[in-house]
């Protein structure tokens, strides 16, 4: 779609918020410009990003989800750690975790890189199907961990859809 189709096509919601995610967005090269579009209409807009890319090509009023790989989504090698020093206030880190061993590996990540807290808020986000939210949620509350549980909604809302509404 073009620029001008998507807003066009958002503005049918009647929403503020809005959230540019699917796969990797910035690999799509229209995408900071669509952000910067949005953010100027007076959207709130959120990135989520695989941390793969420079984050410092989104606009800097947009807050971004910098999703750190872990080992169970064999991915884990493609984070460009370098994108954590351009993470600002209102940016956040996910780590989706499908095991124990991404646990502890989001974990000893997170203790090594800011023994006295991160600068940013933390999600660890139990992959459904994967990992018992409720065992994450232990597991963090057992270690004190500063981080924030986060379901992944959208797959309880349409389940076994590639996308919701």
């Not at 947009?62 to 790989?69: E, F, G, H, N, T």
């Not at 500063?146 to 590639?162: F, G, N, S, T």
């Amino acid at each position: 779609m073009a620029l001008e189709d998507i807003i066009r096509a958002l503005q049918a919601y009647q929403c503020s918020l809005i959230e540019v995610t699917g796969g990797e967005p910035l690999l799509q090269p229209e995408t900071p410009r669509l952000i910067t579009e949005l953010l100027n209409r007076g959207c709130t807009v959120l990135l989520e990003t695989n941390g793969t890319f420079d984050i410092q090509v989104v606009d800097s009023r947009c807050a971004r989800i910098m999703d750190v790989k872990c080992p169970g989504s064999g991915e884990a090698g493609k984070t460009d750690f370098s994108n954590f020093n351009h993470l600002g206030p209102k940016d956040q880190i996910k780590f989706v975790l499908t095991d124990r061993k991404d646990y502890d590996y989001a974990r000893r990540m997170l203790l090594d890189r800011w023994p006295d807290g991160p600068p940013v808020a933390v999600l660890f986000s139990p992959a459904v199907g994967w990992l018992d939210p409720a065992a994450c949620a232990a597991w963090i509350l057992k270690d004190h961990l500063p981080v924030r549980l986060q379901i992944q909604l959208h797959k309880i809302l349409w389940p076994a859809v590639e996308r919701g509404v």
